[in-house]
């Protein structure tokens, strides 16, 4: 919306600021925080008086979370959601369609987390609805984004698989690539909400990797930047550097009342969104093998819960205490404060080892 400011400069050369994205990713940022700040309080009040008994707490996970964690409410990815849309709408450029690609996938895959959470608050158990029903709906979602994405993008790159460390032209999957995409977007989504099990852990996550395609956007969107470093062109996703400013803004006013001891927890409300809009841009960037490697920690996250399922299937035996695998080493002694922090710690040393890719070829 303050993006047509911009159109005022010709006249009035104070309002050019307004069409610098650097400029409108600041104030997303800085938007998306205080609008967190400002009304999450009373969104957390809220939140409790509906909930009661808050979210159900697993009765097979660690003991201490049954003490810790019980009567903290959930659904505080409307919080996220709230200021990361708001922010969007306020500082993105309205005309461009990757942005309204990635609301879309976020938007949807908050609805569906939000549905899942009110279940689980209302049949007070942990599980929502049917994990069939939700991960096909999602599929949905992702193809008709996949899609839209595809059809604005470049015919020559449109359905092609990038490689990162290499330069020139990637692999044509065609018409396996909307699938392909779909499962990029459904998994990134379902990946961040398996890490969502401790305070904090998910979220520093999702903005490191947010801050990371934010730059990569940025680049992949400039004819300079792209051609001197060897990246394939995609005009129009510089813009997706201001949705990635309001999801870290957004964030950061999330990790303030996320903070252990948590005074909400994100939900699937949130974790499903985030990771949806994290593929989403990955995806419109032709950056989804580099999602992987940024957002490593959430593949291990959902490695480490795959392992355990079939294992146990298959010969009645666990892999690891307890899945997914930050429960893991709670069961082995560490602290949850251990845990996140280095995890923490993890997902930024993948950061820099995905974002190395935008030199190294």
């Known amino acids: 919306m303050l993006y047509f400011l911009g159109q005022l400069g010709e006249s009035l050369t104070a309002f050019n600021v307004f069409r610098y994205i650097t400029f409108r990713t600041a104030g997303a940022v800085v938007t998306a925080l205080f609008f967190v700040f400002l009304f999450g309080p009373g969104m957390i009040a809220g939140l409790r008086i509906r909930q009661g008994k808050g979210q ?93 994405i595809a059809a604005i993008t470049d015919p020559k790159i449109s359905t092609s698989l990038m490689f990162p460390f290499i330069k020139g032209s990637g692999l044509q999957l065609s018409y396996f690539f909307y699938l392909f995409a779909g499962f990029i977007i459904v998994g990134a989504g379902n990946s961040v909400n398996f890490t969502d099990g401790l305070d904090g852990l998910a979220i520093v996550p999702v903005m490191v990797a ?71 841009i990955a995806v419109a960037t032709k950056h989804e093998i580099v ?35 930050h429960h893991h080493f709670e069961m082995m002694g560490w602290t949850e404060s251990q845990v996140v922090i280095r995890f923490w710690i993890i997902s930024f040393v993948l950061a820099l080892i995905g974002l190395s890719e935008l030199k190294l070829r």
Request: charged share 10%.
């Open 210 to 280: 947010a801050a990371c395609f934010g730059l990569i956007a940025y680049l992949v969107g400039s004819v300079t930047f792209s051609e001197y470093l060897f990246i394939n062109n995609v005009p129009g996703t510089a813009e997706l550097s201001v949705v990635c400013g309001a999801l870290i803004g957004a964030g950061l006013g999330f990790l303030w009342f996320n903070a252990p001891p948590a005074q909400i927890f994100m939900g699937d409300t949130g974790s499903l969104a985030l990771g949806g809009a994290l593929g989403t």
């Open 291 to 325: 999602l992987a490697i940024v957002g490593g920690l959430f593949v291990l996250e959902t490695v480490s819960v795959i392992v355990q399922v079939v294992s146990f299937k298959l010969t009645g035996k666990r892999v690891f205490k307890m899945a997914p695998i």
């Open 56 to 148: 159900p707490i697993r009765e097979d996970g660690p003991a201490g979370h049954l003490l810790t964690k019980k009567g903290t409410p959930t659904m505080g990815g409307l919080m996220i959601l709230a200021g990361a849309v708001t922010s969007i709408l306020l500082w993105s450029n309205l005309s461009n369609i990757y942005v309204w690609a990635v609301l879309f996938v976020t938007v949807s895959f908050g609805a569906i987390g939000l549905y899942d959470d009110y279940l689980k608050v209302k049949r007070m158990s942990h599980k929502g609805f049917s994990g069939w029903q939700r991960l096909l709906i999602e599929a949905i979602v992702a193809l008709i984004a996949s899609y839209v």
